[in-house]
């Protein structure tokens, strides 16, 4: 149950600005990445490593491959010959990231 205190109070809210929930903020956050592909440079900005880090502790270790690989149903498109640019699926591999923050940087299992 939650509580309250009932208080006769007035508090103004700018007008550039709004209140939302949490859940529609969330939501929100989503959204921006629908439809969004990454290159390796994004990918670099949002993990903050260089790629050949991110190749060596995300892309590569088959662990994570099997799951990331569009060959197997993944979200991220390995490149198949030289020349060829990497491309990952902004929302998926953001999610990917968040939930595996733990195996990616201390080497768990």
């Not at 939650?2 to 939302?20: G, S």
């Not at 969330?26 to 880090?53: A, C, I, T």
């Not at 060959?71 to 902004?90: C, D, H, K, L, S």
Request: glycine content about 6%.
């Amino acid at each position: 149950m939650i509580q309250q205190l009932d208080v006769n109070l007035v508090i103004p809210i700018p007008n550039d600005k709004v209140l939302i929930s949490k859940i529609e903020l969330q939501e929100l956050k989503d959204q921006q990445l629908l439809g969004v592909y990454w290159s390796m440079k994004d990918l670099e900005k949002r993990v903050g490593r260089k790629q050949d880090w991110i190749k060596e502790n995300i892309l590569y270790p088959s662990r994570f491959r099997k799951v990331l690989d569009i060959n197997n149903g993944g979200f991220v498109y390995y490149p198949e010959t030289r020349g060829q640019n990497w491309t990952f699926q902004a929302k998926q591999m953001a999610h990917f990231l968040d939930k595996h923050f733990n195996t990616i940087f201390r080497g768990d299992e």
